[in-house]
């Protein structure tokens, strides 16, 4: 009798919305990062406006950017330093990475400063949050 009162209502209590509602979600970052090559790379001067201009970019609304230069760490294999800039903008999802390549103040940024580098090469990924 306890066992057909029971697992009747089983299921309901598991897949219950209160239930739903208290398993975590797991939640994902876009990374998106661009290194630059100036065509000048003994140029401090520019270097320091490019870095400059790339501030710009942090009037776009998105989850976080961050703006550096190689480290003078011991190489290691596999390490690229051959870089002399790099921006790295983290998106909640890829609608934030579209919103931000088309925007003016992205596409002003490229169209004012692709003279300052030679090659220019970007990387997306997504990952989980744990």
Same mark, same amino acid.
């Given at each position: 009798?306890?066992?057909?009162?029971? +697992?009747?209502?089983?299921?309901?209590?598991? +897949?219950?919305?209160?239930?739903?509602?208290?398993?975590?979600?797991?939640?994902?970052?876009?990374?998106?990062?661009?290194?630059?090559?100036?065509?000048?790379?003994?140029?401090?001067?520019?270097?320091?406006?490019?870095?400059?201009?790339?501030?710009?970019?942090?009037?776009?609304?998105?989850?976080?950017?961050?703006?550096? /230069?190689? *480290? #003078?760490?011991? &190489?290691?294999?596999?390490?690229?330093? &051959?870089?002399? *800039?790099?921006? /790295?903008?983290?998106?909640?999802?890829?609608?934030?990475? /579209?919103?931000? #390549?088309?925007?003016? *103040?992205?596409?002003?940024?490229?169209?004012?400063?692709?003279?300052?580098?030679?090659?220019?090469?970007?990387?997306?990924?997504?990952?989980?949050?744990?």
């Amino acid at each position: 009798m306890f066992r057909r009162e029971f +697992f009747p209502a089983f299921p309901s209590i598991i +897949f219950s919305p209160a239930s739903l509602w208290k398993r975590k979600r797991k939640k994902s970052l876009i990374i998106h990062q661009t290194l630059f090559w100036l065509k000048d790379p003994k140029s401090e001067e520019n270097k320091t406006k490019l870095i400059e201009n790339l501030r710009t970019l942090t009037k776009i609304e998105f989850h976080r950017t961050l703006i550096g /230069v190689p *480290v #003078q760490t011991p &190489s290691f294999e596999g390490t690229d330093s &051959s870089y002399d *800039v790099s921006i /790295v903008t983290y998106f909640d999802n890829a609608d934030g990475r /579209v919103t931000y #390549q088309n925007h003016p *103040v992205h596409q002003a940024f490229l169209s004012n400063n692709r003279e300052l580098w030679d090659r220019s090469i970007s990387y997306d990924t997504i990952c989980e949050i744990p």
